[in-house]
């Protein structure tokens, strides 16, 4: 948030420069910390998920390994035990997730 604070923008179009406005939302376009920011973030979640304050059950193999999430660039699937009771946890989890950091699953 810090690099976001009071920042000015314009917009280059035919080569003309708009009037400056501030940021409100969101991150610049091309901007090389989007990739590490979601990356943490979805970081944060996988331990949310993987954490056992929140009585999430993964899915259990038959050598007794269980699995939460995979998580691939700015992906996560999730592998969960099918029972009604975990995912209420998982969804209020994700509910959580999108207060502290208003990106919705999709």
Do not use: W
Not at 16 to 38: A, D, E, G, W
Not at 73 to 96: G, S
Request: charged residues 15%; proline residues 2%; aromatic residues 14%.
């Amino acid at each position: 948030m810090a690099l976001y604070q009071n920042v000015h923008s314009t917009i280059l179009t035919n080569e003309q420069n708009s009037q400056k406005f501030t940021l409100q939302r969101l991150v610049r376009q091309r901007c090389p910390l989007i990739p590490y920011l979601y990356l943490f973030i979805l970081d944060m979640l996988s331990y949310m998920i993987n954490d056992s304050t929140y009585v999430i059950d993964g899915f259990c193999f038959l050598n007794g390994n269980t699995i939460y999430n995979q998580c691939f660039a700015k992906n996560m699937a999730l592998y969960l035990k099918r029972a009604l009771d975990n995912i209420q946890h998982t969804f209020e989890v994700l509910e959580l997730f999108y207060a502290t950091s208003r990106l919705l699953v999709n």
